[in-house]
């Protein structure tokens, strides 16, 4: 069964640009996750998206957005892009039960660069 | 405030003895759950071992175990038998319940560095 896959592995943009990065969940998942992870800062939650909408925000601001398709893939936008947006931007997905017990699995990774 | 704790400094481990990685968490609510994941330098966040809070038993996975000690609040990872392959981060999450409230609270990390 294949995995959480994300495109592109490495994309490098520059200051004021946009970034668009994509994610196809676990066949049957329907709920997907973006996360942040920044040099020294751990990983943040950014989203959540169950069933075509968007179910939750972590604390990062309107220029992150993203969407979810009617295939459960996802994509998501950054928007203006800053220096400091540079991170690996990992996708997980889940069956999308709202149960504590709900394991999400992970993709490999976008790594965004911004010069 | 931090809902997870990892602040032990980076490990290193003989092959094949064990490691015990520390994780302590914060939380008000009686039902969440507990993840250990792996992350190698590679960058993938591999799912290895869950805990509820209900649980009666700490889980095993392999040679992944839980020592989960609700009182302290305290849910620390075990790898017995280190093998290299086992170098990595190691990230604890948690997941409380609540409708809108799917996602994970992550610590730090524990750095792992297994020698022959």
């Known amino acids: 069964e294949a995995g959480v896959t994300q495109s592109p592995t490495h994309l490098i943009k520059t200051r004021g640009q946009q970034a668009t990065l994509r994610c196809s969940p676990i066949?049957?998942?329907?709920?997907v996750y973006w996360y942040q992870q920044a040099l020294g800062l751990g990983l943040q939650f950014l989203l959540w998206?169950?069933?075509?909408?968007?179910?939750n925000r972590g604390n990062f601001p309107p220029r992150f957005s993203g969407r979810q398709f009617p295939n459960y893939s996802s994509e998501l936008n950054v928007n203006a892009l800053e220096l400091e947006d540079s991170a690996l931007y990992l996708c997980?997905?889940?069956?999308?039960?709202?149960?504590?017990?709900?394991?999400?699995?992970f993709g490999p990774g976008t790594r965004l660069l911004v010069l | 405030a931090q809902k997870i704790t990892q602040t032990q400094p980076g490990m290193f481990v003989q092959e094949k003895e064990a490691v015990t990685l520390d994780c302590t968490y914060d939380?008000?609510?009686?039902?969440?759950?507990l993840f250990w994941y792996k992350q190698p330098s590679s960058g993938e966040m591999i799912f290895l071992i869950y805990?509820?809070?209900?649980?009666?038993q700490n889980a095993t996975e392999g040679r992944y175990s839980l020592n989960f000690q609700k009182a302290r609040k305290s849910a620390n990872l075990v790898i017995s038998a280190s093998q290299l392959g086992d170098s990595a981060m190691y990230f604890c999450?948690?997941?409380?319940?609540?409708?809108?409230?799917?996602?994970?609270?992550f610590g730090k990390g524990n750095q792992v560095v297994v020698i022959p």
């Open positions: 066949s049957g998942h329907t709920s």
């Open positions: 805990q509820g809070s209900y649980d009666q």
């Open positions: 999450a948690m997941r409380e319940k609540g409708y809108g409230n799917n996602r994970l609270a």
């Open positions: 998206y169950d069933e075509g909408e968007e179910r």
């Open positions: 939380t008000s609510d009686p039902s969440y759950g």
């Open positions: 997980a997905s889940s069956a999308g039960r709202t149960s504590v017990q709900e394991t999400q699995y």
